[in-house]
């Protein structure tokens, strides 16, 4: 009865509002009633706390949106008779639609986020075996030193733990390749590795041929092992210490449990916060997905794996034939498959590995560009909506995965669309000022507060916008290219672990440059058109506001394409640890601030050795935390220290480290697992609508100064460097010099006639 009298009661106000919603009403009623809900909505934020204000917040800024919706269907678009204005115009009102539709989905997944309780400490004879799969390809020895060194480390008793080393550099295939250099790289690489598994007390794996990439790689690690629970880490991502003693405990909770995720969370900056210098004060991109919606999705048993810092259950992933490998993207193509099966999935909220993630905008394109087509791959090959055994929001969370990666085409869409009227007199919106301010203003501020409500503490304001503007020019073609050939896409390994040396403008920037240009002539155009042209309407006020916006936008992309330099190669951890630095026999005890794979800072805790600032050799030991892992030291080499808000910062570089002694940098590194949590709570502080809007309009003015000094210097080099290798009287010159050379000094005779040259 009960259950029927909620029903009842959903589908009575649900009709309501669907009346209330289609009520016509005069222009200044419709601001009027935008208003006062968007008051409403401020009320509940500041007022009121707990599920009920949060579905009320929610379903306020709802009506606005569907307000504005019936409006844009019944009121907007340009008449049939204008096939162009109307084509157009119907373009832009589906791309419109899309971006509600994602909206909605997010509003339905994300209403109640799960947090879920930390786990007791299980009895050791009661954990499951596990098998640690570290799978690489062309890493560096360091990288993957660093990440085993970890795996080992973790908390977990050592004969029911073993890590492998995956290897698909090193396979039978590479090592016979038909050109002999690549043969010989591979079969070093197979020797190298080989010997540093066997030194680190891990195991080597690699296998025939780089078949299904790396689903075919976890393939073939599972073959070879036994262990009940399985855990994937990629060759970056190194885990803390607690990992699977926070983690490994759910599977005895739940026997249909396939997976326990957690989050990704990197160390050094992606390019776009390293060239927006926004690393250690603004939440990174993924932070959303990881810290709001795969809790969403996990309410629904809808989280899903994401290719690292998981457990899988072995017999879960063996009932349906292991990792799958028919898309670019095995994690959530496995998961697909697993949930559809009648598995069950985790998500943990608490960041236990330490990743690197893409240092170039070429690089970071690269990557998005595979998820991108193998998300789409999934819902062209294996569709959700059409997937046996999934339940109706598990369906939902999927699709809304999948389709958020076309964004690109909503999002070009946006960025042009004003364009043709600005400069063809193309309506594609059909309204006058009064309305477009009344409709458009209101849903556009209550979008921005559903967002920044859901989501302010994880992601600033309109940097949504940016990323999809930014990877949407590359990844429109990228989906085209999945749509002509759903099978055709390769799995690509993204480089990681590069320094930049100098300023420079991306290899892919010169689109961002042209659409720049192209927004900024709009700009002037509106203005011209405005003020001068007779009969232009009020509407082309609007309109270029709107190509306004759009240039701040293009303007932030303009300095996120401008490469910093980045001189270090190793990204640093923030950590409170105790050690001493031995040097000529006496120790000297000191406080370890931070730390990375090629050195850490430290201060003195006493005074400082007198050879501190000349460069001297040392040994580093530290303080151990909780269970010892090793006794040994770290040979150091001191840099000169500088003074950091009144206190003096050593540096020291690490040696060349034997692989004993990673397990020293990793117990340096990765013991203390609330390292990263810490490092998190200092750049989430709550980024209200006002205060994200003028810093991002600050960096659309200030950023494309930066750009465009860059692209000036970049041509200014290019040009001189053409003139020395290209121009005719400085090749003269430089012959004539050579013949003095030859004669001793003496000059060239020639009798005026040009010397003669033959092409090398």
């Known amino acids: 009865m009960h259950v029927v009298l909620r029903t009842a009661a959903w589908l009575t106000s649900g009709l309501a509002a669907v009346l209330f919603l289609t009520q016509p009403v005069s222009t200044g009623a419709q601001f009027t ?13 500041k007022f009121s706390h707990g599920k009920l204000s949060r579905q009320i917040f929610l ?9 504005y919706l019936y409006w844009r269907f019944t009121s907007t678009l340009p008449p049939a008779t204008d096939m162009i204005g109307f084509s157009l115009g119907l373009f832009l009102l589906l791309a419109e639609m899309y971006c509600v539709m994602i909206l909605f989905i997010s509003l339905i997944i994300n209403a109640d986020p799960l947090k879920r309780q930390p786990l007791p400490r299980e009895e050791d004879t009661e954990l499951p075996t596990v098998d640690v799969f570290i799978p690489s390809y062309n890493e560096d020895e360091y990288i993957l030193a660093t990440t085993m060194a970890a795996a080992m480390s973790m908390d977990y008793p050592r004969e029911k733990l073993t890590v ?10 590479k090592c016979n390749d038909p050109n002999p250099a690549k043969a010989e790289v591979a079969r070093q690489r197979r020797a190298d590795l080989q010997a540093l598994c066997a030194q680190m007390g891990t195991k080597y794996l690699t296998r025939a041929r780089n078949e299904h990439a790396k689903a075919g790689n976890l393939n073939n690690g599972l073959k070879a092992s036994r262990g009940e629970v399985v855990v994937v880490f990629d060759a970056d991502h190194a885990p803390f210490r607690a990992f699977l003693r926070e983690t490994v405990g759910y599977f005895a909770r739940d026997p249909k449990l396939f997976l326990v995720q957690t989050p990704h969370v990197f160390l050094n900056p992606d390019p776009i916060e390293k060239n927006l210098q926004t ?4 939440p990174s991109e993924n932070e959303m997905f990881y810290s709001v919606t795969q809790r969403g999705l996990d309410k629904w048993n809808g989280s899903f794996f994401c290719g690292s810092a998981a457990l899988l259950r072995r017999t879960a992933l063996e009932s349906v034939g292991g990792f799958s490998g028919v898309t670019i ?21 608490k960041p236990l590995i330490a990743g690197l993630q893409p240092e170039t905008f070429v690089s970071f394109i690269g990557q998005r560009s595979r998820w991108a087509q193998g998300m789409f791959q999934i819902l062209i090959l294996k569709n959700p909506l059409f997937k046996r055994g999934l339940h109706g929001i598990q369906r939902l969370a999927y699709l809304s995965s999948m389709s958020f990666w076309f964004f690109p085409l909503p999002r070009l869409t946006f960025m042009l669309a004003p364009l043709s009227y600005i400069f063809f007199d193309v309506k594609i919106f059909v309204s006058n000022v009064d309305e477009a301010f009344a409709y458009t203003t209101t849903y556009i501020v209550v979008n921005l507060m559903l967002q920044n409500y859901l989501y302010g503490n994880v992601r600033w304001p309109w940097m949504s916008e940016l990323y999809e503007y930014l990877q949407g020019v590359f990844l429109s073609k990228a989906l085209f290219s999945v749509a002509l050939s759903p099978r055709k896409p390769t799995f690509n390994v993204t480089a990681k672990g590069l320094s930049l040396d100098n300023d420079h403008i991306s290899e892919l920037a010169w689109p961002f440059f042209a659409l720049h240009g192209l927004l900024f002539a709009g700009a002037l155009m509106a203005a011209w058109r405005y003020m001068f042209e007779p009969g232009v309407s009020d509407l082309m006020l609007v309109v270029g506001a709107w190509n306004a916006f759009n240039l701040m936008i293009a303007g932030v992309a303009l300095g996120a394409v401008a490469e910093r330099k980045q001189l270090d190669r190793h990204p640093r951890l923030i950590i409170d640890r105790r050690g001493e630095i031995e040097i000529d026999g006496k120790k000297y005890p000191a406080k370890i601030v931070n730390v990375s794979a090629g050195g850490c800072a430290i201060t003195f805790e ?14 580093l030991s530290i303080t151990p935390m909780g269970e010892i892992i090793t006794t040994e030291t770290l040979p150091v080499l001191m840099k000169p220290g500088r003074s950091v808000n009144g206190v003096v910062v050593h540096g020291l570089a690490f040696a060349d480290l034997t692989p004993r002694e990673y397990y020293v940098l990793a117990d340096l590194m990765y013991a203390d697992s609330d ?7 200092t750049r989430r502080s709550h980024k209200n609508v006002f205060s994200g809007t003028f810093e991002f309009i600050w960096w659309g003015l200030l950023e494309p100064f930066r750009a465009y000094s860059y692209l000036r210097k970049e041509i200014g080099g290019r040009k001189t460097v053409e003139k020395t290798e290209t121009s005719p009287e400085m090749s003269v010159e430089m ?25 090398a």
Do not use: Y
């Open 33 to 45: 009633l935008g208003c006062f809900v968007i008051v409403a909505m401020i009320a509940v934020w």
């Open 59 to 67: 379903a306020l800024g709802t009506f606005v949106v569907l307000r």
């Open 164 to 173: 492998w080393l995956l290897d698909d550099g090193g396979t039978d295939q």
């Open 279 to 282: 690393f250690n004060r603004m």
């Open 329 to 349: 993207t095995e994690d959530c193509e496995t998961a697909l498959d697993l949930h559809s099966s009648g598995w069950t999935s985790v998500f943990v909220d």
């Open 606 to 619: 006493d005074e400082a050795p007198p050879q501190a600032d000349e460069g001297a050799v040392g040994r």
């Open 675 to 681: 390292a990263l949590p810490r490092f998190l709570a």
């Open 735 to 759: 012959l004539k010099k050579l013949v003095e050379m030859a004669n001793g000094g003496k000059p060239a005779a020639n009798d005026g006639k040009p010397i003669e040259t033959k092409a």
